[in-house]
């Protein structure tokens, strides 16, 4: 049984900091592309960062220079670090592997 689990995050003001953690079971983690996703309210799910299993990263134009993605092949676990939250961040953000599976999601807000 495949199991996306998402945390971290919450409500946060504009400037701040936030670390999402998306914890994986059922699946060969190592070997799968990984990424994040987002959606706000009345808009379509958009790709936020991916990252390959060899470590290749990649981010939508919105974020770059802000988030980092990274991995911990160990742990089965993906990360999103958010830095310098803008409002325009606010959205339920979703963990994805392969680009098949996917979890629950986590709120972000971010106060203005």
């Known amino acids: 049984q495949v199991q996306l689990v998402e945390s971290g995050g919450g409500l946060v003001q504009a400037g701040g900091s936030l670390r999402l953690s998306c914890a994986a079971s059922?699946?060969?983690?190592?070997?799968?592309?990984m990424g994040w996703y987002r959606q706000a309210p009345g808009k379509q799910r958009e790709l936020v960062a991916g990252?390959?299993?060899?470590?290749?990263?990649n981010y939508a134009d919105s974020v770059k220079g802000r988030f980092t993605i990274s991995r911990d092949n160990a742990k089965n676990t993906v990360y999103l670090q958010m830095n310098s939250l803008k409002p325009e961040d606010t959205a339920v953000y979703y963990c994805?592997?392969?680009?098949?599976?996917w979890g629950q999601g986590t709120q972000v807000t971010v106060s203005s």
């Open positions: 990252i390959t299993s060899g470590g290749a990263t």
């Open positions: 994805n592997s392969n680009r098949r599976w």
């Open positions: 059922g699946i060969p983690f190592s070997i799968n592309h």
